[in-house]
């Protein structure tokens, strides 16, 4: 499979040059240049197939004959390794869980996947790769996880000191091997800011790549949930509706290449909180990105979402198609923190800051009689413990995965500017 940038300055390249250089040479993100539908009697017996098999038929065309089959299966079976249920919310309602992986946020899938395919492509060049990223909280966990032990790949993970979450920290701090992580003096953007000088400075001779969810392998096998969900509720023949709890719009674009492989989804909500580019776009056409704005569903908080773009292609650039299959709506932290209030109240169920404002979403779009509607839950509640705790009547009971990495000890590099980042990574 070759992928083209939506720049459309750069020539067409393969799965692999995608995967290992993440962006185009003219920053242009890479597209699929062909996306054939699955076959109608896959999808109607789609019961009959594991989830293995299914993220194998999903996702074959886009690494084309890069991988060998048998290798890909492998892959995915290290991957999809946990389960994701649709847990019935309310009458019409269900919430699907990506919250079972090994850091307990949907990023798991994507990062392991990406991480392995890394491994895969550089097994015989002596050159290590080297991924660098920056978060903001969960992303670093997921992959430092997923990347832990892949050989030939170094990871070196910024993330801004005293501005995530204790658990957050251990998780991207605590596993050593080829993980590094570097605490920054600073804001998330600060460290976005040096991850992107890095990539554009000369002197640093090393095979860079990036791993937030502009690279395609990190992108692409999102689709996976969107299957697996319609794998739990097709018996129901109720028309399905998607939202999808949304900052960079990497997870709700690969639902909607789901659908252009011929899953049946009628209708996709992208939730925001307050930044709400993308919700004001759909209103006057125009898109105005803006700095992000701090709120308790802070791994949505962006103000530029990197995917959209891709989500506009997928449209072929036209607004109006795009309208009548996709809305997006923002939502306050009050309308969050009374929505977490709202359904622990009616069925007990403790959703975290993302996840309320993927049922807002579902709420504000109004499900007919004949609709199912579906929140995405993106991380577990108890990565977001301050918040649910003071909400909500609960005390969140630690998961074994939190446990593992609570007591470990903390290991990090202070960086105070991009100096500090060039000196490590020259080393
Ligand atoms: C990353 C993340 C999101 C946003 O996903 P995008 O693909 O960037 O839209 C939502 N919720 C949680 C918990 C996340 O970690």
Known sequence: MNYYSLHHKSPKTTFKNAVVNGIAPDRGLYFPESITPLSKNFIDNIANYSNHEIAFEAIKQFVGNEIPDEKLKEIIAETVSFDFPVVPVDNNIGTLELFHGPTMAFKDVGAKFMAKCLEYFNQDNDDEVTVLVATSGDTGGAVANGFLGAKGVNVVILYPSGKVSDIQEKQLTTLGQNITALEVDGVFDDCQEMVKTAFLDDEIQKT????????????????????????????????????????????????????????????????????????????????????????????????????????????????????????????????????????????????????????????????????????????????????????????????????????????????????????????
């Open 208 to 427: 860079l790549t990036s791993a937030n969810s502009i690279n395609v392998a990190r992108w692409l096998p999102q689709m996976f949930y969107f299957f697996f969900a319609y794998k739990q509720l097709h018996k129901q023949h109720k028309d399905l509706v998607f939202s999808v709890p949304s900052g960079n719009f990497g997870n709700i674009c690969a639902g909607i290449m789901a659908q252009k492989l011929g899953l049946p989804i009628k209708h996709f909500v992208a939730s925001t909180n307050v930044n709400d580019t993308v919700p004001n776009y759909l209103v006057d056409g125009i898109y105005k990105p803006k700095p992000s704005k701090a709120t308790i569903s802070n791994a949505m908080d962006v103000g530029n979402p990197s995917n959209f773009i891709r989500i506009q292609q997928l449209f072929n650039n036209d607004l109006n198609a795009l309208k009548s299959a996709f809305s997006s709506y923002s939502f306050s932290d009050d309308e969050t923190r009374e929505t977490m209030k709202e359904i622990y109240k009616n069925s007990g169920y403790i959703a975290d800051p993302h996840g309320a404002v993927g049922y807002l979403g579902l709420q504000k779009h109004g499900l007919q009689e004949h609709e199912y509607g579906i929140f995405l839950e993106t991380a577990h509640p108890v990565k977001f413990l301050d918040v649910v705790e003071e909400t909500l009547p609960v005390q969140v009971a630690i998961p074994e995965q939190i446990k593992k990495v609570i007591d470990k000890e903390k290991v990090a590099i202070k960086a105070a500017s991009y100096e500090d980042l060039k000196n490590y990574l020259l080393q």
